[in-house]
T-cell receptor, first 116, second 115 residues
Framework: AQTVTQSQPEMSVQEAETVTLSCTYD???????LFWYKQPPSRQMILVIR??????QNATENRFSVNFQKAAKSFSLKISDSQLGDAAMYFC?????????????FGQGTILTVHP | DAGITQSPRHKVTETGTPVTLRCHQT?????MYWYRQDPGHGLRLIHY???????DKGEVSDGYSVSRSKTEDFLLTLESATSSQTSVYFC??????????????FGPGTRLTVT
């Protein structure tokens, strides 16, 4: 079974500052992928970034980057130069390969508040 | 825009009544999923489908059934709604199909309230 844990129910950051959201996971699969999704107040789930477990290089997408620590099973999201539009709920998610039919396991979510 | 719509977007129903939620996609993706979102739990998988008439249970399937009679539509039915099924329901598709990877794209969600 796969598990994903987000231990920070809420985080806050000042506009233009940097914030890091934490995520730990557990899986016995060797082939897996990790994702961060953003859910703004509109409720729409938006894919922010993905990381393939076989890649050592951390993924980046503009102001968003991850710190993928495979041995520690840690997958944190760093948001640089935070903007008011970054305020949202953020979910960490795990896809473990094998015969999982593409199912995702989600963490509990972290609410990010951005202060002007 | 992943071409996914959900209907209805909001619904209030009474305990014991049947409810069907519809997910429609325009791009003929093979894999479709139903999740529910509840505070403190993130999103949890209810049922999924890997083709027409091919469906299976997720981790919170009790009280729910699904059907997929054509590629573009995936229906979620609450046979007899209970207050514990008050939630936001999301449909998702997986464009990569059988290829490794696995990000999913989500519909706009349906807020269901069971009174």
């Amino acid at each position: 079974a796969q598990t994903v844990t987000q231990s920070q129910p809420e985080m806050s950051v000042q506009e233009a500052e940097t914030v890091t959201l934490s995520c730990t996971y557990d899986t016995s699969e060797s082939d897996y992928y990790l994702f961060w999704y953003k859910q703004p107040p509109s409720r729409q789930m938006i894919l922010v970034i993905r990381q393939e477990a076989y890649k050592q290089q951390n993924a980046t997408e503009n102001r968003f980057s991850v710190n993928f620590q495979k041995a520690a099973k840690s997958f944190s999201l760093k948001i640089s130069d935070s903007q008011l539009g970054d305020a949202a709920m953020y979910f960490c998610a795990l896809y473990a390969g094998g015969t999982s039919y593409g199912k995702l396991t989600f963490g509990q979510g972290t609410i990010l508040t951005v202060h002007p | 825009d992943a071409g996914i719509t959900q209907s209805p977007r909001h619904k209030v129903t009474e305990t014991g009544t049947p409810v069907t939620l519809r997910c429609h996609q325009t791009e003929n993706h093979r894999y479709m999923y139903w999740y529910r979102q509840d505070p403190g739990h993130g999103l949890r998988l209810i049922h999924y489908s890997y083709g027409v008439k091919d469906t299976d249970k997720g981790e919170v399937s009790d009280g729910y059934s699904v059907s997929r009679s054509k590629t573009e539509d995936f229906l979620l039915t609450l046979e007899s709604a209970t207050s514990s099924q008050t939630s936001v329901y999301f449909c998702a598709i997986r464009p990569l199909g059988d290829l490794p990877g696995g990000e999913q794209y989500f519909g706009p969600g349906t807020r269901l309230t069971v009174t």
